[in-house]
């Protein structure tokens, strides 16, 4: 297991310093002058030079990309161009609000979703698999930003349950574990637990009814195991997939936050990616692309990991 572990994180290396490579060509290669939106109208040649001087976009792409690069190793990701604060507390303060939220969508998304599967596999073909077939496809297909907004609709506007956008009271950019802070979580959370739901209920139920149908099982039965027996058996059988698709979904959710981020004002990095894509601030959207894409790549390490634990045949 620890040979396996290690030789999982050897790999992650280059594919670390390949997603740093594209994060830093990916904003770069993109038109316009990140110094335009600092920059007055009447500014001086003078002043423009000197302000390229000193973000290093006088040197060459090579050049910024190592120096960059070993900032950002030691924990530098730059100074924001719009607000001049560090773009790694900006970034590191979104993070743990876009995690936090991500977190719970994703645990919401995993119970709905593996009870939806779980049932539609064991009954399949019947109305029960149908009915919550339905559920899993309208989760994979709804727009999540419409349905953010039609919850907003209801709860919010029309019926005053819930708040409608915020981390918390008085715009807070900060969210923190109380009743009072938790009820801003409700509608983002849900919203954003509507696609992994959906998609984690697919794929339990082909697991299911595919694991129901193997030999094993038929042997199970024979031999007399009471169905709770049985069951255990196909959830330790399904669980290494779902576990991996639970993963991949809360690594998508980081990273693709964006416009639930934007529809509820949630101040995460869906909300600082869109200020730094209209701004044009380079450091803060460099910054930001990274973390959310290192983010993933060690979500992807842990889960591995957790997949071997559980299933000793994948380090085989």
């Not at 994979?140 to 907004?149: D, E, K, N, R």
Request: include cysteine; proline fraction near 4%; charge should be neutral.
């Amino acid at each position: 297991m620890l040979a396996y572990t290690i030789r999982r994180i050897i790999l992650t290396l280059p594919v670390l310093l390949g997603v740093s490579v594209v994060c830093f060509a990916l904003v770069h290669i993109s038109p316009g002058d990140p110094l335009i939106s600092i920059l007055p109208a009447d500014a001086s040649v003078d002043l423009q030079e000197r302000l390229r001087v000193l973000y290093g976009f006088d040197r060459s792409y090579a050049e910024q990309f190592l120096l960059w690069l070993s900032r950002a190793m030691q924990g530098d990701l730059g100074t924001s161009i719009a607000t001049g604060r560090s773009v790694t507390t900006e970034v590191m303060r979104a993070v743990g609000n876009t995690l936090m939220l991500a977190s719970v969508a994703t645990v919401i998304g995993f119970v709905l979703g593996s009870l939806f599967g779980f049932v539609a596999g064991y009954f399949a073909n019947s109305p029960v698999d149908k009915a919550a077939s339905a559920a899993a496809v309208f989760g994979v297909s709804v727009p999540h930003y419409w349905l953010g907004m039609v919850l907003v609709i209801i709860f919010s506007a029309q019926l005053g349950w819930l708040p409608a956008a915020g981390a918390g009271p008085g715009g807070s950019g900060q969210w923190r574990l109380d009743l009072e802070h938790l009820s801003y979580m409700i509608l983002p959370a849900i919203t954003m637990s509507v696609i992994p739901m959906g998609i984690i209920a697919r794929t339990v139920r082909a697991l299911v009814s595919e694991i129901l149908a193997q030999e094993f099982v038929i042997g199970l039965r024979a031999r007399g195991l009471s169905e709770w027996g049985v069951f255990l058996h196909v959830v330790k059988n399904a669980a290494p997939t779902a576990l991996a698709v639970m993963g991949i979904q809360l690594g998508y959710l980081l990273g693709g936050s964006i416009l639930i981020e934007t529809v509820f004002s949630w101040p995460g990095t869906g909300m600082l990616l869109n200020s730094a894509i209209f701004q044009r601030d380079l450091p803060l959207l460099q910054g930001t692309i990274l973390v959310l894409a290192l983010f993933f790549v060690v979500l992807n390490l842990i889960v591995d990991v957790m997949q071997s634990a559980l299933d000793p045949r994948i380090k085989r």
